[in-house]
Each structure stands twice: as C-alpha cells, then as structure tokens.
C-alpha cells in the first residue's frame, strides 16, 4: 500500500548507468537527463536552462533565451512544515508544473508567491508559458535531487493542441503512483477540493471473494455493544452498509501523516446499526470499490466510545436499532484490519441482513414534505449548472465544490431544484449533462414558507450518493415510483419536453428574502454591510469560481436596457453575423474609455458594446410553449443604437427633464404589432453632476459567454460538459477541431440591465448587470408598478407565444422599469450583490435585490 511507502523522491534517472556514455550526461544537471537513440536534433530548452543552473554560481538563473513551453498539468498539494520552521503555519498548498517545450516534459514546482496564478485560473492547462527565471531546490539527503523552481513567469493564450508525445526528462517524473515533488506526501490532491479522490493511489480493483465461514467466530452488533468495553478481541462482523459518506481530508502541515483521510460507513445486520470509520491509507485503498448494498466482513477492527456531537443517518426501516454508544474503527494498522467483500450469492436468508430501502418522492409530493426531512429523487436532468465554490472558512484555502441542477420527473409543472455538492464522486459529478437519468439519495428538504419568494430546494448531505449509469440491478430498480418515473420517460423520450434542455450559465439561488430584516437574520457574516470603497477587494480576492453574496449601500444612478438579439429559426450559421460584435467608434463611446483609463484601470470588457446574434446548432432545440423556470442573460453584453448619444457627441445637448435624463428611445413591435415609444437608458441628473469627480468606478456590469446558460445539444456534450466544469488538472486534447461558446444558442436569454450604483458618499460608483428571470408567479401577478417590485421578483415575461395583456415583449419591460427608476432618484438603498469570480481576471457583480432603509421590504 502506498500510505507504506517513504518520501517521494525526484531524481535522479539513473541514465549514467544504462547509458555507455555516461560522461555526456552532465551529472551535475539535477535529476539527470534521459537520453535516446536517434534522439531529435532539435535542442530542449528544458535542458539548456538545467546547464545554466549548474554552470551558474548562483541557485538561479534568468534563462539566456525565453522560449515558450506549454502547461501540461497543474497538481496540487500539502507541504508539511519544514525542521527551521518554528511555528505551525496554517495549511499551505504547493504546485507542481509539468511543462513541455516541445523535446522533453519537465515537472517543476511552482514557488509559493506565485500560487495566486493558480487561484485566479490564470496559470491552468493548456496554454503557453514563458518562465523568465528559475532556480534549483536540492534535496540534501540525496545525491543529485535537484528540483526546477518557477520563480518568474509570464501566462499567455491557450494552446489550440499540444501533443502528449514528448517524453520526460526525469525518469522519476513518470513513475506510477505519481509523487508530489517536496515533502512527505504521498499523493496529489483535487485541484479545486479535497473530498474528490485524485490520482492513481485511488485504486477500484478490490472484488468480491467466497468465504469459508467454518472457522469465523461472528458476533451481532447489539451483543458488541454491550461487551467491546470488557473485550480485548473482537470477533469478525457480518454486515451490509447502508450508506457511505462522502471523503473528509483531515491534512495539516504540522501532522506528519502520509493519507490523512476519513469516511463513514454506516453498517447494519440483524441487530442494529452503526457507525464505521475508515482511517487514512485505507481510503484509497478501498473507497472506490466499497458502495452501498454491499456485505462486509469485517475482521481485526477496534472499537471506540462514539463521538458526541456527530449525527448518524436515521435507517429508513424504523425497526432496526440505531447504535449510537460505540464506533467501529478500521485502519491499516493498530490493528490491521481485513476487509473481505461477500459475494450476494453466498449471502443466506439465515443471516437476516436489512435490505436496502429508499424514500424515493415525487415531485408533486415535495410541495407537501416538511424542512431537513431527508428523501431520495429519480428523474431526469433538464438544466445542469456550472461548478461553482465557497469557501469553507474565510481565512483558509479549503473551498466546497457545486453546482445547481434542476430534475423533472413528470408528477410537477415544476422541477427538482438541488443544490448538488461534491460527493467524492468526481467521475459523475464532472460528466452529468441534460437529458441524463439521474438519482441522487440522502437529499435534505430546505424550505421557508414565510419567505417570498417561498424557499423550496433540496441539498446533499455527507451521505448523497449519485447515480447516472449501470441502474440495471439497483435495488431501487423495483421501487414503484421509479418504475412510474421509466414508464413516463419513454414517452416522452421524444418530446421538445426531455429536448429542450439547457447547460451552465450564472444561475441566481437561493432567492433573497423579501425583507431586510429577513436577510439579516438568513446571513452568517462578521459584518453585514460591505463599504462600497472594499467591494473592488472583494472581487479581488475572490478564487476561481468562487461566488459570494455581500450587501452595500448606495444610489441607483443608471440604468441601460441591454437586449439580446434572437436570430430567427431559419437562419443558419453563414447568416448569422460575425462581425457583429465589432465595437462601435462614437465620440461618447472614446470618453467611457479615456474615463477607465483615468480611474487607473482598464477593463476590456467595458467598452463600446454591440448586438450580437446566435445561432442554433441543432434544429431540434427550436424554443418550447411549454413555461420554463431556467432563463438566462444574452450571450455577450449588447446595445441597441442610441441616436441622442450621437447627437451629445456632436455638441448638441440632450433632452431633460427637471432630474431625469431619458435616451435611446424608439419605437419597439413585440410580436409583429405595433407599441409605443419606450426608452433603453435613464440617467439621473445627480450622475451627471457626480460621475466625473469620482474617485473609483468600478465596472463589472459584463456578461460573459460562460455565464449565459446555452441550449443544450446533445451531440456536443462532451464540449458542453467541458466549458461548465472546473478547469481539469491535467491537460486534456480536444476531440477535433472543438466549437466556440458564442456558437450555442442562449437558453431563451431576454437580455439584461447595466445599472450604476453611487456611494452614498458620492466618491465611488460600481457598474452591476441585473438578469431578469422568469418565474411562473410573475405570469399571474403580472405586477411590475416599480423598479423596486421588479428586481425584488426577478420578474420578465416569456418570448415565445402570443402577445396578450399578462404577457409582452422584454422592451416592454424595459420600459417599465426605465419609467419606475424614477422613483428612485437621490433615494438610499440597499442592494444585495452576487460577486463571482470566473478566473484569468474575469469577475462579474450581478444585482439581486433592493431594499429602502427607511421601508425593510
């Protein structure tokens, strides 16, 4: 087992003893270089830069000549203290590189300053690189172990392929397991959490073996409680786990363990149930092959008075017994414990083993099921969001993983919203796609009926499995509403119902509470308001994926209508314009500019903004007349023409009125018939007189591709799938010549708002996007009096469909919220903000609610 093993080590090749000519092998170039017949003439710049550390008094050099190189892996982590360091210092997380320049790969470590490259997605796989200085760290204990430090470097664009062919230069580089290139550690972690299993310690070949049970004392559960206290040995236990939590990594750098990790298995045979814990080298031992429903001997194991605070799962049948006064524990030694699975067909009906049950609900049942009631759902996926993060403590780098999916199962008008975290089941949770069967156990009912919006999802617990493959032979397989959920699915199988289905995207949930007084009481945070002045901080520090939730203080100065041009079904990808984005050169468009570059930053996704068409890839994700929950912002931020801006450019002054500045009004048809004449942007006088003393503007009222959900198209899955997952830690060649983004159709996308918002103290300004969203309640209300009541629902009104008095075009819309903006003029608001990170310098603030001081709702 690899958890045996001693520290990795990362050299040398031994290539001057299998080669006969050992002396050009430089023996000083660490790690040794590995050389071939008929090797390529072309001279490794890896090598040449390896010569220049050795012949360089120095440990670092800057490389006489700066070639490009491609990243080919990104692996992360834990460095134990080193001996000179005196305190403990909270858990740090390394990087090892590999690079390629084309002759040899080379794995390096990154230096620790340079770790934030990493956080913001800036230095990830598949681009190119250039390292303009690097050093050599030795291992002292071992002759010639020298390792390549990046300790300068300069990101650059992603690489269309990168060829998998090169060889490593370092033997030791290839070896299996891989090894981390510093410390003890004996495995890498995930890149972006650490309850996914990463790597090839990981192993899934542990398989079911007959068992000769002559000679096997076994004793019940129930007989172990009452005796382990006064038992040295403990007798074998025949068992069959009834669920399985989720990997918990315990890893610290002053805890000299080599596979700090933990998981739960909760046991049971005729007696009882109860609590086993898996300790470190064990897991990746045996986490991958243990499941649920599986029978287990379990022998030389130890016993343990239970931890207090830790809650058990509750069995599903009422009548066996939950043992809560003892655990057993497995380990790999103290005792060495051997783990036997039993095959089902030795297992005798003599031995009473619980057979599994679920609490399979429908969808229309959900509406009635109280809060934390903990159910399981089969149905299938119509929306899987991107993967997002949180962090799990504000001064630490651990993160959860998730994403939000929607689950229809023909019982509701309504889908199954889930909150899905990461359930060290990396291999479904980065592959589930729309269109897929998918059941998911041990879900939690969150509800909060006072709330308005009401609050109805379901989340995972430490005991969620998932499924999506290989149901044939399932247990729930003969559960009567899955087999309700199958019989309905093939009917629809061919229905626009199952087809019309969307991936990825910025997805807003949970709501925010009507009240501010609610969404105080709903945060945990040290400060509940964040000055406008920290919120460019904020963003700033954020990490890759990571979304947060924060609240300020401020004046809605401007709003601007940003609309989202639908192609027509008809139109094919030759018609669709692709130059269509190119930037407009209006004089007002030059100032915006030339007022980023004064406020110190410039932000290339703040400039002059244009329509942009999409079009369908597929004929068959023509838009449904079915309502849908899932709505989403255009595809690229967008303007309609503005002709009094060009007008103001020209010197002539703009229409006003005593504190309202209204532009871009035209005449707008919804649905082929005639409206009347609405405005796109309202501009207050106090922006006017404010906007060029400002001290700070911050502007992330962009909507980037990735943020836009797309329909989704079967046939492109896989590159679908891709785009919405956390960037992989190794680099992976795309399957022929990859789409881009922009060429997916936006999933019914409405367009959006780029609205202003002034501190109170009139220095500082910040640009958001605000995303309409569609909401079967809004249809009914049809009640948008003000801006305030439209941004407190999200409210917009579906596209497709005839045109009635309950249901008009998003110009329409727009309109009415341009109108009520003034009643907002001068007054202080509240506004809750979703800031997110989507890495390589992208950050986008989406606007989710208001709320007046003065009036809490």
């Not at 915006?592 to 004929?619: F, V």
Request: include cysteine; charged fraction near 25%.
């Amino acid at each position: 087992m690899s958890g045996e093993l001693g520290p990795p080590q990362a050299g040398p090749s031994r290539a001057g003893h299998d080669s006969p000519n050992a002396e050009r092998n430089r023996i000083g170039v660490p790690g040794g270089v590995i050389r071939r017949a008929g090797a390529t003439r072309r001279r490794s710049w890896i090598q040449k830069v390896l010569e220049q550390i050795t012949d360089s008094p120095r440990q670092w050099v800057t490389p006489s000549e700066v070639v490009p190189v491609a990243v080919l892996a990104v692996q992360r982590y834990l460095l134990e203290d080193e001996p000179r360091d005196v305190e403990p210092k909270p858990p740090l997380y390394c990087y090892d590189v590999t690079i390629s320049d084309g002759v040899y790969q080379e794995k390096c470590y990154l230096d620790p300053s340079l770790n934030s490259l990493v956080y913001k997605n800036i230095l990830k796989v598949g681009i190119e690189m250039k390292i303009s200085r690097v050093s050599c760290i030795y291992n002292e204990k071992r002759l010639g172990q020298g390792i390549l430090c990046i300790d300068s470097v300069h990101c650059g664009e992603t690489l269309e392929a990168i060829s998998l062919e090169t060889p490593f230069r370092n033997r030791a580089h290839r070896e299996v397991p891989e090894r981390p290139l510093r410390g003890g550690k004996s495995h890498y972690l995930a890149l972006w959490n650490n309850e996914d299993p990463y790597g090839d310690i990981w192993l899934t070949n542990k398989q079911p073996e007959e068992h000769n049970f002559n000679n096997t004392r076994i004793i019940s559960l129930s007989h172990l409680e009452m005796t382990w206290s006064n038992r040295r040995n403990f007798p074998a236990l025949l068992v069959r786990i009834l669920h399985k939590s989720k990997l918990r990594y315990y890893g610290k750098p002053d805890r000299k363990m080599i596979e700090p990790y933990q998981t739960f298995l909760e046991v049971a045979d005729s007696s009882g149930t109860v609590s086993v814990i898996m300790w470190n080298a064990l897991c990746p031992e045996w986490y991958k092959s243990l499941r649920v429903g599986l029978v287990l001997l379990l022998q030389d194991y130890s016993v343990k008075k239970s931890y207090p605070f830790r809650m058990q799962p509750l069995p599903v049948d009422p009548h066996i017994k939950l043992i809560s006064t003892m655990e057993i524990c497995l380990n790999l030694r103290d005792p060495p414990t051997n783990i036997i699975i039993i095959p089902e067909r030795q297992v005798k009906p003599e031995w009473r083993l619980p057979k599994l049950y679920h609490r399979f609900i429908t969808r229309s049942e959900l509406d009635d099921m109280p809060g934390n009631r903990i159910c399981d759902v089969i149905g299938i996926l119509v929306f899987v969001g991107r993967v997002q993060r949180s962090k799990k403590k504000e001064s630490r780098e651990d993160f959860w993983s998730y994403r939000w999916i929607h689950i229809a199962d023909g019982t509701s008008e309504q889908p199954f919203i889930v909150e899905l975290f990461s359930t060290s089941q990396p291999e479904i949770f980065e592959n589930i796609y729309p269109m897929t069967y998918f059941i998911c156990t041990q879900l939690k009912v969150v509800r909060n009926d006072t709330q308005v919006p009401k609050l109805l999802y379901l989340t995972t617990t430490n005991e969620s499995r998932v499924f999506i493959t290989g149901h044939r032979g399932q247990p729930y397989t003969n559960n009567t509403k899955v087999k309700n959920f199958i019989q309905w699915i093939k009917t629809k199988t061919d229905s626009g119902e199952v087809k019309n289905t969307v991936i990825g995207g910025y997805y807003p949930y949970p709501p925010v509470p009507e009240t501010f007084s609610k969404y105080s009481s709903s945060v945990k945070v040290e400060s509940l308001l964040t000055a406008i002045s920290e919120v460019r901080k904020e963003i700033e520090d954020l990490q890759y994926r990571e979304q947060k939730r924060i609240a300020i203080q401020g004046i809605i100065t401007v709003i601007k209508y940003v609309p989202h041009r639908i192609p027509t079904e008809s139109a094919s990808a030759s018609e669709t314009p692709r130059n269509a984005n190119r930037p407009s050169t209006s004089q007002a468009a030059k100032r915006e500019s030339q007022n980023q570059e004064r406020n110190g930053k410039h932000y290339p996704d703040d400039g002059p903004l244009a329509s942009q068409g999409i079009h369908t890839a597929s004929g068959s994700l023509s838009p449904t007349k079915k309502k849908r929950i899932v709505q989403g912002p255009s595809d690229k931020p967008v303007t309609v023409p503005q002709p009094e801006t060009s007008a103001e450019s020209k010197g002539n002054k703009p229409t006003t009125s005593s504190n309202v500045q209204r532009r871009g009004s035209t005449g707008i048809g919804v649905q082929g018939k005639a409206r009347k004449t609405i405005s796109d942007r309202w501009e207050s006088l106090l922006w006017r007189e404010k906007k060029f003393g400002l001290i700070d503007h911050l502007r992330y009222s962009s909507v980037h591709p990735e943020s836009i959900p797309r329909k989704f198209i079967f046939e492109h899955r896989n590159f679908l799938t891709q785009q919405y997952n956390s960037q992989p830690a190794k680099y992976i060649p795309p399957e022929g010549r990859p789409p881009k983004l922009d060429d997916f159709k936006s999933a019914r996308s409405l367009g959006h708002f780029e609205i202003t918002i002034l501190g109170l103290n009139h220095e500082i300004a910040i640009d958001v996007a605000f995303l309409p969203m569609y909401s079967p309640e809004d249809i009914r209300t049809s009640q948008i009096d003000t801006l305030l009541t439209c941004m407190n629902y999200s409210c917009v009104f579906p596209q497709e469909g005839p045109s009635t008095d309950k249901v008009r075009g998003p110009r329409a819309l727009a309109g009415d919220i341009i109108k009520a903006a003034t009643e907002l003029d001068r007054v202080h608001i509240v506004c809750i903000l979703d800031i997110c990170s989507l890495g390589n310098n992208k950050a986008e603030v989406y606007l989710q609610k208001i709320y007046r001081p003065d009036n809490p709702s």
